[in-house]
């Protein structure tokens, strides 16, 4: 299965499962195994294989065992300015500033926002 933005979270997790458990039985490990090379227990690689959330560390650890940690790279790319964001600013971004109106909610039409205490 494809993972595509419309997917449930559900349905990206069980993908992910499976293609965890696809690479550790392509490396010839066992669950047991690949919990005490990776350092987290079995139990949680039982978990991560079934689609089930595990904390972001334990799956950080069992993609290293299984050689894949070098992948995330692809994942998120460190940030890199723009051309015309280092002309404009000399440096890169370090905050959103929310005086432009870029990035900000939109405004529901209430006009703006007053304490109530002007009414």
């Known amino acids: 299965m494809k993972i595509t933005e419309n997917l449930a979270d559900t349905a990206v997790l069980a993908e992910l499962g499976r293609r965890v458990a696809h690479r550790r039985v392509e490396a010839g490990l066992t669950q047991d195994a690949l919990a005490r090379e990776s350092g987290v227990s079995k139990r949680t690689v039982e978990r991560l294989e079934a689609g089930n959330s595990v904390q972001l560390t334990s ?30 600013r000399g440096r890169a971004r370090r905050r959103v500033r929310h005086g432009t109106g870029r990035g900000r ?7 703006e926002w007053t304490w109530g205490d002007d009414t």
């Not at 799956?59 to 964001?85: F, H, I, N, S, T």
């Not at 909610?105 to 006009?111: I, Y």
């Open 59 to 88: 799956l950080v650890r069992v993609l290293r065992m299984l050689g894949l940690l070098g992948k995330l790279e692809a994942l998120l790319p460190p940030a890199v300015p723009g051309p015309m964001e280092l002309l404009e």
């Open 105 to 111: 909610a939109r405004d529901s039409g209430r006009g």
